[in-house]
């Protein structure tokens, strides 16, 4: 297989993605990004997370095998740019499907977003937020209070969810993580592991004197009254990882990591 005339390159804006674009566009042929079968991107997650959006914002969705010119990587493969036809050839293919975010705002505006790795609500002051929680139109907490909560899908699991002790989800597993951030109250409560078929709604209680902000992925949603978090079964994103690189071996890992 070749990947000159299938596959588009996009890079980061960083001195070490550019370099890197440069060296591949002496060796392919590349096609342009509206006409590519896959797409071949350099850079970190951050790069990769926005590559993925802008996937879901043309509604033209095809495979990314991204290649790690950032810091973390994880969601990306190895820099090594030899033998690249090979290696998407023999590669991987994982598929993602986003969460869809809908907030409402205290001034009653409504704002849709897509998150693929999670949708995070955080306290805007030095006051702590209070949300009541709730799963399926359920009320699950009559009050939560906190710095804030997210919903992580599995591939996101291992990134700002287990930084706030959340559970690591496996690829495949149906489910996803709810996570507190710095719980006041309950106190003891530690966060739920719910199947993604759940809606998870969120209604910020004294939304003036307490502001809430929701943030799917990098977007941002300031002073909201209420959150709902779903799976987005409409849309489905493909990852291409070498076969000893590969995406849901690596999150397994991530629970031996200590």
């Known amino acids: 297989m070749t ?26 042929d590349f096609a342009e990004l509206d006409e590519a079968e896959g797409i071949i991107a350099l850079g970190g997650d ?41 290696r998407v050839e023999k590669a991987k293919t994982f598929t993602v499907t986003p ?43 009559e009050e939560l209070v906190c710095d804030g909560v997210l919903v992580a899908t599995p591939a996101g699991s291992t990134a700002y969810n287990l930084s706030a002790q959340g559970p690591i989800l496996p690829m495949g597993s149906n489910m996803l993580a709810l996570t507190p951030i710095s719980p006041f109250r309950p ?32 977007r941002e949603v300031r002073e909201v009254s209420t959150v709902e978090v779903h799976l987005d079964t409409s849309l489905t994103l493909s990852l291409m990882f070498d076969p000893d690189f590969a995406l849901d071996e690596r999150i397994a890992r991530e629970q031996f990591i200590v």
Do not use: C, Y
């Open 187 to 218: 106190r003891r409560w530690r966060g739920a592991i719910l199947p993604d078929t759940t809606r998870i709604g969120f209604r910020v209680l004294e939304p003036v004197k307490r502001p809430v902000s929701a943030v799917a992925d990098q």
């Open 3 to 28: 990947i000159d005339g299938k596959f588009a390159l996009v890079a980061s804006p960083t001195d070490s993605a550019q370099d890197a674009a440069t060296v591949l566009r002496r060796r392919h």
């Open 46 to 86: 951050g790069f990769m997370l926005q590559t993925l959006h802008q996937m879901l914002t043309d509604r033209r969705i095809v495979p990314v095998f991204g290649m790690n010119l950032g810091t973390v990587g994880f969601l990306m493969n190895e820099w090594k740019p030899d033998t690249l036809d090979q």
């Open 99 to 141: 969460l869809r975010m809908e907030a409402v705002t205290v001034d009653g505006e409504t704002i849709s977003s897509a998150a693929i790795n999670e949708v995070s609500l955080l306290r805007e002051t030095r006051q702590t937020a209070k949300l009541e929680v709730t799963a399926d139109g359920r009320v699950v907490i």
